[in-house]
């Protein structure tokens, strides 16, 4: 856990370079500028021809436009005077808005364009505005185009969370010429949220980046030290005679897909060749000028990038993002974190969208040669409602069918035959958020609701009904330098006996563990209750100090990974943070921060399962390159998850840390190279991670990365199996020695705007080797050697070993624990936008996933089986058509 700071610095290196000339006493600490107030700037209709969307704004429509001038830095000097000046201009047409930006530039011949895919940030000189139609000061909609005409939007909500998933359909033109360059907007009103009836005020801002030195400025200033984008904007007055536009938005698609893989020939299930070809469409509807209705039919989603390679030795499961459009667009309103802090418990949330259409979860049942079963569980339909009303009520509904997966299997001379392996099952999840006080005050509430089909749940031993739901609240206070914010939630599981059993032995809570007091494994319930809640109080804004607490509590009985996504119940946590984060720019370093961290959680029946503090920083400098850092200790503690339903274990003092650094971003050359590393000195036990990544622009529109990663894992305690001997539990761990190699390659061109090519592939190798077998002799017992006792195991097969038992001529017998998989995904995909809102896609994907023996690692004998393997390969042609009738 990592309560505060980045994941980057070396606090040890920043310790030092606060003594430095140009940091601390010797850097000049003058007062920042105070932030001007607001600006404004007039409504101007347009009553003649709108202009041509050429990106020389030489019609004259724009010279009838006020000027919007005056930008002050936002970074790195926030408040001192820009090295360039910048104009904007607004105008407002029937159905579009119009905005003009001139950016001055006394060297044009240094501006900088990168020609990227649509999206993607670069070192380059951008513009942009960010519109928040409703002013309600907490959304926006923030529209950027670089000086090579690639395009940039987002949504913008909670005043400063990006939501980047976002696509509107708009369209920009530059402009180069020897005074700088331009850009011209237009910005159809049904891609941007806005109430009619009467005179309003909107809120806008302008924006400019100059890549050579790394400054950005905006119109109405910004500062570095608040926590504030959407509430500083500018604004538009006496807006009126607008109405928002019925909002009809159809994109039907269709999708023809190839697939070659070998194969088993006696395999009936096996066809060297599979075709096929799918329809589907989404729908955007506005119901009212404030709600929209997102729906899509059989959804296909062949283009997104594969989930990378990872070896998971937990009993928790792997976390992977979500990547599908429809999912990813719009999800701010139903993002509900649940976790603490910004290290691995920033995963966990009420609301998880890739629970639908996970991949199957029960068995083929029996034991068949050939099983064809598939790989993800299908969307029927899927439908969002989201929306604001003018009193400040935001609302957002999303429900979801999938249909119910069977697994076809076979016996020689058998007939094929299925099995259920998911349940069909509906999902839905509502949000309601109120703001108040000027975006300062929001509260609102939540509820998540999977049922699945009762007698399929029961036969795969699945829960059939799992609910979440409960309010939150938000409030900035003292000049907006203090927020306190906290939540209270209910969870309510229900199934079978046989479900709720699995429920309670999960490793989120081990109700079987034989020295919790405070929980009870009960075979015959059929549901469980739990709550949990959080509050925070923290420093945001208001200087350079920054410090909290944040306190969460999770009941035993918590469930939310039906629909969300969650590790452990059975917690209460209390964590502080203090920290000092310079944005003034002094004669070395650009920024700086320092901050420090700590934590102790417990379980509900008093065992301290964590304590830990740490130190982490992070700097730039003024050339560009930069640095990040950290160190960790964690104090012995129990844990009730080790022993995997055994009593709680006593762990070992730890430390650790990570770091690293990067070079300029604006170079054609990029490195930035991360490191972690921890220390178990007790059972020596010790773990090195470094990875690597260079990237190269070998021409403006083209950019490659490669990055390697090495993990070398040795672990003197690492979990092997519970075993029985003479009726007796025996917990079995080992020395592994793990090594773990890898490399992520990306390749984009970026042909126009609108078309690119992009390459991802990533080759995986891992293998584990156990020796050094041990037993748990007392769970709690203060000495490592006391904890465990040595076992004399002897190899009786080629995936058996088996050791003595004391008091008892039993032996424990358990399995060879030694792995060694590989594994390669690629995608290639051709995206081209031939029209505004429409795209063709070409994809070839290819998989590897040979079978490797033993647990030792030779990566050239690696390398050989892995691509040696006839590959999986898929071909899918994808159009869709964006209609707007």
Known sequence: MRIHGSSSSLAMILAGILLLPGVGEAQDLTPLPEVRPSPSVEFVRINGPSPTLDGTLTDPVWETVPVADGFVQWRPDQGAPPSQDTEARLLFGDDALYVGIRAWDSEPEEVVGLLTRRNQHSPSDWVGVLIDGYHDRRTGFLFLVNAAGVKRDALIYDDTREDDGWDGVWDVAVNRDEKGWTAEFRIPYSQIRFTGNGVRSWGINFYREIARHQEASTWAPLSQEDQALVSRSGIVEE?????????????????????????????????????????????????????????????????????????????????????????????????????????????????????????????????????????????????????????????????????????????????????????????????????????????????????????????????????????????????????????????????????????????????????????????????????????????????????????????????????????????????????????????????????????????????????????????????????????????????????????????????????????????????????????????????????????????????????PFLTRNVDGRQWVQRAQADGTDHYVFGRMDQTTVGLNLRADLAVTPTLSVQLYAQPFLSAGEYDGFIRVADPRARSFDHRFQELEAERTSSDRYEAAAPGTDDPIRFDDPDFNMGRFRSNLVVRWEYRPGSSLFLVWSQARDPRMDGGSFHLGDGLDTLFSQTPRNVFMVKVNYWLNP
């Open 239 to 707: 807006v009126h005679g607008l109405e928002p536009p019925r909002r009809i938005e159809i994109q039907p698609y269709t999708v023809a897909r190839a697939a070659r893989e070998p194969g088993d020939p006696e395999n009936p299930f096996h066809e060297s060749t599979a075709t096929g070809a799918e329809v589907g469409a989404d729908l955007k509807l506005g119901l009212s000028s404030n709600f929209t209705l997102d729906l899509t039919v059989n959804p296909d989603f062949g283009q997104v990038e594969a989930d990378p390679g990872r070896v998971n030795l937990t009993a928790f499961e792997t976390f992977f993002p979500e990547r599908r459009p429809f999912f990813i667009e719009g999800s701010n309103i139903f993002r509900f974190g649940i976790g603490l802090g910004d290290g691995d418990g920033d995963n966990e949330t009420l609301f998880h969208s890739r629970r639908i259409g996970r991949t199957p979860q029960g068995p083929a049942s029996g034991d068949p040669d050939w099983v064809d079963r598939p790989d993800q569980t299908r969307i029927l339909t899927a439908g969002k409602l989201s929306g604001r009303t003018e009193g400040g009520w935001s609302l957002g509904v999303l429900g979801a069918a999938t249909q119910e997966e069977q697994a076809r299997v076979a016996r020689e001379n058998d007939p094929i035959s299925r099995h259920t392996v998911e349940p069909g099952a509906g999902y839905a999840v509502a949000r309601v958020e109120r703001d108040l006080n000027q975006g300062r005050t929001t509260f609102g509430s939540v509820l998540t609701s999977a049922v699945r089909d009762r007698s399929s749940a029961e036969e795969l031993e699945l829960r059939d009904r799992a609910f979440a739901g409960g309010v939150d609240f938000s409030h900035r206070f003292a000049d907006d330098r203090f927020q306190a914010r906290g939540y209270l939630l209910a969870s309510h599981v229900a199934g079978s006996p046989e479900a709720i059993t699995r429920t309670q032995r999960s490793p989120a809570r081990h109700f079987q563990r034989p020295d919790a007091g405070h929980v009870t494994l009960d075979e015959t319930r059929t549901h469980l209750t739990g709550h949990s809640g959080a509050l925070d109080l923290v420093k945001v804004g208001g200087g350079p100090w920054r410090g909290g607490s944040l306190t969460q509590w999770r009941s035993p009985e918590f469930e939310v990974n039906d629909l969300g996504f969650m590790n452990a119940a059975d917690h209460f946590t209390q964590a502080l943070f203090l920290g000092y984060q310079q944005t003034r720019s002094g004669d070395l370093f650009r920024r700086w921060s320092l901050y420090t961290n700590a934590w102790a959680s417990w379980t509900f029946g008093g065992e301290r399962r964590d304590l830990a503090q740490n130190i982490n920083g992070n700097f730039e400098l003024q050339n560009g390159w930069g640095g990040w850092g950290g160190v960790r200790r964690g104090a012995p503690s129990l844990s009730p998850t080790l022993l995997r339903g055994g009593p709680a274990l006593r762990t070992e003092e730890e430390f650790g840390g990570w770091f690293g650094f990067y070079t300029d971003s604006r170079r054609d050359l990029q490195l930035n190279w991360g490191n972690d590393w921890s220390l178990r000195r007790d059972s020596d036990s010790w773990r090195f991670h470094t990875s690597p990544n260079l990237r190269w622009r070998p021409s403006p529109s083209t950019q490659i990365q490669a990055g």
